[in-house]
């Protein structure tokens, strides 16, 4: 008898991993872009959406590389991103973007030179 409310509490306690993303440094560097980075739900399926990102031709930025990224899974869920062209030391970043099964794709990114 005694055995059955600890049963239930550990029946519902849920783990939830989150997939957030730190590369470079960006403490000290100037923010040049943020965004909020949305795909729709598919149900059974996961969504996937490509982020593209080039720095601004312009004098200020002239010569000016990618120092840190941040991405951040506002889901809390098993999203994953990752780096698939350019990123730290280039001028320009794609990250995929990968949602849970059946969850939408829903991160904030910070890109700093």
Request: charged content about 15%; overall charge positive; aromatic content about 14%.
């Amino acid at each position: 008898m005694k055995l059955t409310p600890c049963i239930l509490l550990l029946t519902c306690i849920v783990a939830v991993k989150s997939f957030d993303n730190y590369v470079g440094i960006s403490a000290g560097k100037v923010l040049i872009h943020s965004s909020n980075e949305r795909a729709p739900a598919i149900a059974f399926n996961k969504s996937v959406k490509l982020f593209f990102y080039t720095i601004p031709a312009v004098p200020a930025t002239f010569g000016r590389v990618i120092q840190g990224i941040q991405v951040y899974d506002l889901t809390k869920s098993a999203a994953t991103s990752r780096i698939v062209y350019g990123g730290l030391g280039y001028n320009h970043v794609t990250i995929r973007f990968e949602s849970d099964y059946g969850r939408p794709v829903n991160y904030n990114v910070f890109i700093y030179i």
